[in-house]
């Protein structure tokens, strides 16, 4: 299976710049991947394809601002870090431009109270450095640091929060699960009303979600791991709901790859580690049965998970019929769901 199977033409006038308002407002294409059959919906009308006891499984990570621009101080060479994953309390796995005098031993000053030193290299081209700081690590982040928006975002974004899901919570992410975007409060709660579960896990999105596939055939590509985590309390609800033969609903691929990493023989388990699970077609999915997800970059891994959930020839037909309605793609773009 080639990297080039995953390709699609997209106008670059459909890559969303900025968020709709409200975020429940943004359009809706629903696919039935049995039938083929497509609509055209607004995100608000979700409710009426729930039923009571399906659940849906929500990423509660939240985006930290992970790009911290720093200097050299033998040389005062600007240096750009950009946070990855955290190891320990004082030690991240981080990508850094210019990477190729980021020897280990090179110190990079950020502040009066922030510098790290790299420590080595990683086989993904990163590398993993210690910080020393004085005070609180979180709170200097903070102020220091720079939320990060994908490259093909070119405006700017007046509120941050604009770029965090409504239930957003656990700190560690470098990128937003966009698929929340589109949620309010105001719908969650609706949804609740209905008898819909609202079940929550963390996978904190990194390297491994956005790293373009460098090789021609897709079996050769290997993920960069993330950290996740399922709670007891969701476990449970899940798979009650698979008991009850009802819908475990994903909003979004790094909900996917969390159920089906600390899934297996058709069970959930309240679990946290590191995963690098890669999904495409001819996987079989064990937990989730559909699928709230954004439309995605040609040739990426994202696009290879849901085609491997929906068909390969329905996700290429949607997407055709998502560009010819001028649907808007990627972070700040529409939606579509995949019953």
């Given at each position: 299976m080639l990297v080039s199977d995953f390709d699609y033409y997209l106008p670059e006038e459909l890559i969303a710049q900025q968020p709709v308002e409200p975020r429940d407002h943004s359009r809706l294409l629903v696919l039935a991947s049995k039938t083929g059959l497509i609509e055209h919906k607004q995100f608000y009308n979700l409710p009426q394809y729930l039923q009571p006891g399906d659940t849906l499984v929500f990423n509660d990570t939240r985006v930290i601002p992970a790009r911290l621009i720093g200097i050299k101080p033998e040389t005062g060479g600007k240096v750009e870090v950009f946070l990855l994953n955290r190891l320990?309390?004082?030690?991240?796995?981080?990508?850094?431009?210019?990477?190729?005098?980021?020897?280990?031993?090179?110190?990079?000053?950020?502040?009066?109270?922030?510098?790290?030193?790299?420590?080595?290299?990683?086989?993904?081209?990163?590398?993993?450095?210690r910080f020393d700081f004085q005070g609180t690590f979180e709170e200097i982040l903070d102020s220091?640091?720079?939320?990060?928006?994908?490259?093909?975002?070119?405006?700017?974004?007046?509120?941050k929060e604009r770029y965090q899901t409504v239930y957003a919570r656990e700190r560690g992410s470098a990128a937003a699960p966009t698929a929340g975007l589109h949620f309010t409060r105001q719908l969650m709660a609706k949804i609740a009303s209905m008898g819909v579960n609202l079940a929550f896990v963390t996978l904190h999105v990194g390297l491994g979600t956005f790293r373009p596939v460098t090789v021609e055939n897709i079996t050769e590509h290997i993920m960069h791991r993330e950290y996740y985590s399922v709670?007891?309390?969701?476990?449970?609800?899940?798979?009650?709901?698979?008991?009850?033969?009802?819908r475990v609903i994903a909003v979004g691929t790094t909900a996917v790859r969390t159920l089906e990493t600390a899934g297996a023989d058709g069970l959930l388990a309240a679990k946290s580690g590191w995963t690098d699970i890669f999904i495409y077609p001819g996987y079989e999915f064990k937990i989730v049965k559909a699928l709230i997800t954004n439309f995605h970059l040609p040739k990426s891994t994202l696009l290879m998970l849901v085609s491997a959930f929906a068909g390969k020839e329905n996700i290429s037909t949607a997407y055709r019929k998502a560009v010819e309605q001028r649907y808007r793609f990627f972070s700040f773009g529409?939606?579509?769901f995949i019953i």
């Open positions: 320990a309390k004082d030690r991240w796995e981080v990508l850094v431009k210019p990477g190729k005098r980021a020897r280990p031993g090179t110190v990079i000053e950020f502040g009066p109270n922030l510098s790290c030193q790299v420590t080595d290299t990683t086989d993904f081209g990163g590398r993993t450095v220091l640091g720079e939320t990060p928006l994908p490259p093909y975002i070119k405006a700017q974004l007046p509120d709670p007891e309390e969701t476990a449970i609800i899940v798979n009650k709901t698979l008991a009850a033969g009802k529409d939606a579509m």
